[in-house]
């Protein structure tokens, strides 16, 4: 077993979902479970603890020297970066200098075909042996270089955190969870752009009496923590919209939360997890006529609704969860991958 430093951003400061529900943790969860000894280094955190202003940027300088030091203390077999952006490259390869056997990996679950995502992960493939990100196929191109290992990372399941089981209601206080914020925000949609204040409207006027929880639009506050945990167990319904939804695999890691907590998922077929998933897993659609379709059948249908979702909860768990996305990141890092042992698609091949 390991030794892994894992810096990321642990800091309960983190918006949106809430630092609990974060990527970084349960990929800690993972390989502590599968046997390994971690460590975790907040690096925004310690940033702001290391300069008397209490301000990120002016301890930019500090959180480096003392990642150098904490790697020279507990001597890791893997350095493991989640989008550690305080860490310059300069100090991973002195730490390299000083730790020749270590790896480091980094991991990056924002859109991979945003220009300022691939500049920041672009600026460390001089000191990585391995580059993971939550995007799949020819949308990788742009971080593709000869002999540098890159792939996808799913976003991971953890039992312990999506504890919801919605699944096993027929009668919940809502229809649709709606948590986009930002009603002007635009998103690609079933091959055309959307604005989210505008989406809801479109379905709301295609199922009449829908009961949707919203969080951040039309006066409602944004979700985090338990208030969110408690909307992701009382909501039937969810839909899968990242920035792009045209991009194969690209999601955001709001998909896990609904699927892990037993939501039933609507899911735009471009996104490519109809590979993975059935039509009695996850309710894919093409057109927002189809959208509004198959959200009505849903929420008419409780014991339709209840094993769809069921089945969906079952099949995410058993193929994305946390340890067996750790397990998947350490045989990338080591160099003991089989790419026969995941259903994804693991090491892109730059084609």
Same mark, same amino acid.
């Given at each position: 077993m390991a030794k892994v430093i894992h810096v990321a951003n642990f800091s309960p400061k983190t918006k949106g979902s809430s630092f609990f529900h974060a990527p970084a943790v349960k990929l800690t969860n993972g390989l502590i479970r599968n046997g390994h000894a971690v460590v975790t280094f907040s690096d925004r955190d310690v940033a702001r603890a290391s300069t008397i202003f209490g301000h990120r940027k002016f301890g930019i300088r500090g959180a480096n020297d003392k990642l150098r030091d904490l790697c020279r203390e507990v001597q890791p077999h893997l350095l493991l970066l989640g989008h550690a952006d305080v860490i310059r490259p300069g100090t991973i390869a002195d730490i390299r200098r000083d730790i020749p056997h270590m790896r480091v990996v980094q991991w990056n679950v924002d859109a991979g075909f945003e220009a300022d995502n691939i500049r920041r992960i672009s600026s460390k493939f001089e000191v990585v042996d391995a580059t993971l990100v939550s995007t799949a196929g020819k949308a990788l191109m742009p971080l593709w270089r000869p002999g540098k290992v890159l792939g996808f990372l799913p976003n991971a399941v953890d039992y312990s955190i999506e504890s919801g089981r919605a699944h096993e209601h027929a009668n919940l206080p809502y229809d649709l969870l709606y948590g986009f914020g930002n009603p002007w925000l635009a998103r690609n949609i079933a091959g055309q752009d959307h604005r989210m204040g505008d989406l809801i409207e479109i379905i709301e006027r295609g199922v009449p009496g829908l009961r949707v929880r919203f969080a951040g639009m039309r006066g409602s506050p944004y979700l985090r923590s338990a208030n969110y945990e408690e909307a992701l167990a009382t909501s039937a319904c969810g839909i899968n919209i990242g920035r792009r939804n045209d991009v194969y695999l690209y999601a955001s890691d709001r998909l896990t939360h609904m699927a !892990? &907590? =037993? *939501?039933? /998922?609507?899911?735009?077929?471009?996104? =490519? $997890? !109809?590979?993975?998933? +059935?039509?009695?897993?996850?309710?894919?659609? @093409?057109?927002?006529?189809?959208?509004?379709?198959?959200? #009505?059948?849903?929420?008419?249908? %409780?014991?339709?609704? #209840? @094993?769809? @979702?069921?089945? =969906?909860?079952?099949? $995410? %768990?058993?193929?994305? &969860?946390? #340890?067996? /996305? @750790?397990? $998947?990141? *350490?045989?990338?890092?080591? !160099?003991?991958?089989?790419? +026969?042992?995941?259903?994804?698609?693991?090491?892109?091949? !730059?084609?």
């Open positions: !892990g &907590n =037993g *939501m039933a /998922v609507l899911i735009d077929r471009a996104t =490519g $997890y !109809g590979d993975f998933f +059935s039509d009695k897993e996850f309710s894919f659609f @093409a057109t927002i006529d189809e959208l509004i379709a198959n959200l #009505q059948k849903l929420i008419a249908d %409780h014991p339709y609704r #209840q @094993a769809l @979702a069921a089945a =969906g909860r079952a099949r $995410y %768990h058993a193929l994305f &969860n946390e #340890q067996i /996305v @750790a397990r $998947y990141i *350490m045989e990338v890092a080591f !160099g003991t991958l089989r790419e +026969s042992d995941y259903v994804w698609p693991t090491l892109f091949k !730059g084609k």
